[in-house]
Every structure is written in structure tokens, then in C-alpha cells.
């Protein structure tokens, strides 16, 4: 089994695209806040790699394409300027900035305003008690008519592979902000999936070393809760998602074309397959935790049918000692000369007799 999982960990790493952290400064020619700005054109990046202002003024300034827009965790005297550059309503500013945000959409105006949890799985040799299955982080999203502002959180969710793949395809790019929108959601709605697939293999296995019986009693219920608690987290990121892209894919915003909701469908059934595999996994995971603990409740009744069966072979000797023990002057037997060894083979006789007794019907 050990095997198995090495290999489809290497298969998962293999298959992972190569994460460049884009907010590094040596890689970031606007600072380490501002991440990218570039501004696209019939889905051509036409400049990048200048101050906001000017790339803004571009697009302005020629009536067509957008500006793409990408912060890290960028403080509220950072964000201060593109909020005035772009009229974000201060609610949305203050979530984007603050983070720590449920998965929501909210229209301001002609301005979308999209939070999503990004999910990654952490690699590990062993589940144990203590394993950190899932990390999360956020991207928020601000969408106009020409502008697309994502700010990012937490350590993982970089979208330079992302603007790269976009770029390759000008054709899906020059469908404007709305695309940039939909490839963000897809992308997170991807790595839901590819997590799901991941914590299928923690459970499996949780699943065989349960019902194994050289495993650990204890360490076996630590692993169960602390997958049911990981798995809450993966919970929280995916189930809320649901409702905003179902708006994003049935409902007019003066941000989304029309012809953009069919691609945002996509992505709710892909959101909606992951929440199903998480109300799977959390029904698979209680039922394990019952089987465990109805394994315990076996093993104690083992334990108490054995000392019970040892307290009634050992309640003879003791009841007849008990009886000899007495101190009256007139008892039977005092005086034989074969009455101690006759006591004693009693003793062992019933002894042995219960014993049997209790062997054969299955409690020693």
C-alpha cells in the first residue's frame, strides 16, 4: 500500500505545474505588493512591466482591451491608489484587504466583487495525529468593464501559470475581464478537485490500518479525527462557492457577458462534483469513526468477559480458604490426615472445571 501511495504522489508532483512565486521582488519590477500589470488588447498583451497609472491611461485612452492587475497581500495604504484609480466601493476594499473571507460574490455598481479559497494539499510520508492535510488561502477578485484586480493570500494560489496559459490563448483572452474571471474560478475549482482525489487515498488508507488488527487503537482515532477536521477546512473553501458561480452562470452582471455563463456552469458542476465528494467522504469518515469506536466497545466486552471469567476461577479457592480461615473449634476435616491434599485437589478440581467451562463457550 506504501508503495501505491509514493507512487501516486509522484504522479500528483509530476502533474502539478511549476509554481512561480511572481510577489518575489527580483521577479516583480513594480514592488513586492504589485505583483503584474499588464493591459490586453483583442487578447494581446500590448504593455507590461509599467507604472498602473500609465497602463491604465492606455487602455483609457484607446477605448478597448483591459488592465490586469495582481496584488499580494497588499496593505490598505498599498491598495490606497487602485482603489482611487478605479472607484472600489471601501466594504469590498476592506474584505480584500482584511481576507480571512467566506467564498462570496457582491456587485457594486458595475463592479463584481469575487472571493474565492484556494485549497492545496500538503504532502506527507504518514498520516498521523497531528498531519496538516489541506492549506487554504484566498483570492479576491474585482471585475469592470476594462479592468481586472486580483488580490492574493496566504503561501500558495500564485496565478503567474495561470496568466501564462491565458496568454497563450488570445482567443478565450479577448473575451475580456469576464475570462480572466472565468479562468481564476476554474482554476480553484481544479485544484478542489485534485485535492478531493488526494484526501480519497488518506481515507483509504485510514480505512485499511482501522480494520487491520496490528494497528494502534489510540493512534488510529487520532488520525480519523484529525482527517474529519481537515477535511471541515477543505469544507468551508468548497460548499459556500457554489452559490456565487450559480449567480455568475445564471443571473446579468453588467461586468459578465452572456456568452461567458455557460463557461461559469462548467465550473459550478465541477464545484458541485467536489462538494459531493466531500459530503462522501465526511458520511465515509463518520462511518469509519463508528466502526472504530464500535471495535473499542468490542475489545473492552473481550476484556471484561476475560477478568470476569478469572474472578469466578479464582472465587473458589477463595470461598474455601474462606472457610477454613474461620476459627471455630469444632470444623470437619481438622483431624484427617489426607485433608489438606484433599482441599487442595478440590480446589484445582473446580478450578479446572470452570475453566473449561468458560474456554469452551468463548469468554478465556
Not at 481438622?334 to 485433608?339: E, I, K, N, S
Request: net charge negative; aromatic share 8%; glycine share 6%.
Amino acid at each position: 500500500m506504501s508503495v501505491v501511495k509514493s507512487l501516486r504522489k509522484v504522479a500528483r508532483l509530476a502533474r502539478r505545474p511549476r509554481r512561480v512565486d511572481l510577489s518575489h521582488p527580483a521577479r516583480s519590477p513594480l514592488g513586492s505588493t504589485v505583483v503584474n500589470c499588464v493591459a490586453y488588447r483583442a487578447g494581446r498583451r500590448i504593455t507590461g512591466g509599467v507604472p498602473v497609472e500609465e497602463t491604465v491611461r492606455q487602455v483609457r485612452r484607446h477605448g478597448d482591451g483591459f488592465v490586469w492587475i495582481g496584488l499580494h497581500e497588499p496593505s490598505e495604504e498599498e491598495f490606497a491608489g487602485i482603489v482611487e484609480l478605479f472607484g472600489l466601493h471601501p466594504l469590498a476594499v476592506e474584505d480584500a484587504v482584511h481576507a480571512h473571507q467566506r467564498p462570496k460574490l457582491e456587485q457594486y455598481g458595475e463592479v463584481v466583487f469575487t472571493v474565492f479559497k484556494t485549497v492545496t494539499y500538503v504532502e506527507h510520508e504518514q498520516l498521523t495525529a497531528t498531519s496538516e492535510v489541506v492549506d487554504t488561502g484566498e483570492i479576491m477578485v474585482f471585475t469592470g468593464r476594462d479592468f481586472v484586480v486580483t488580490v492574493r493570500h496566504g503561501r500558495h494560489g500564485s496565478l503567474g501559470p495561470l496568466r501564462e496559459a491565458l496568454e497563450s490563448d488570445a482567443e478565450q483572452l479577448a473575451k475580456g475581464p469576464a475570462a480572466v474571471l472565468h479562468a481564476i474560478a476554474d482554476h480553484v475549482a481544479d485544484d478542489y478537485l485534485a485535492v478531493a482525489d488526494a484526501i480519497q487515498e488518506d481515507i483509504d488508507q485510514v480505512e485499511t490500518d482501522v480494520f487491520s488488527p496490528q494497528s494502534s487503537t489510540a493512534a488510529n482515532a487520532g488520525r480519523v479525527y484529525q482527517l474529519k477536521r481537515e477535511l471541515l477546512e477543505f469544507k468551508r473553501a468548497v460548499v459556500p462557492l457554489s452559490r456565487p458561480l450559480t449567480a455568475l452562470a445564471t443571473e446579468p452582471c453588467p461586468a459578465i457577458d452572456a456568452g461567458m455563463r455557460p463557461y461559469f456552469r462548467d465550473v459550478a458542476d465541477h464545484v458541485a462534483r467536489a462538494t459531493d465528494q466531500i459530503a462522501s467522504f465526511d458520511n465515509l469518515i463518520d462511518s469509519i469513526l463508528q466502526a472504530h469506536l464500535a471495535q473499542v466497545t468490542v475489545a473492552q466486552n473481550e476484556d471484561m468477559r476475560k477478568i470476569t471469567a478469572w474472578a469466578a476461577v479464582i472465587a473458589v479457592p477463595t470461598m474455601v480458604c474462606g472457610v477454613y480461615g474461620m476459627n471455630f473449634a469444632h470444623m470437619p476435616e481438622l483431624r484427617w490426615t489426607y485433608g489438606y491434599p484433599l482441599v487442595l485437589a478440590v480446589i484445582a478440581t473446580a478450578c479446572a472445571l470452570i475453566h473449561r467451562g468458560f474456554k469452551r463457550n468463548g469468554w478465556l
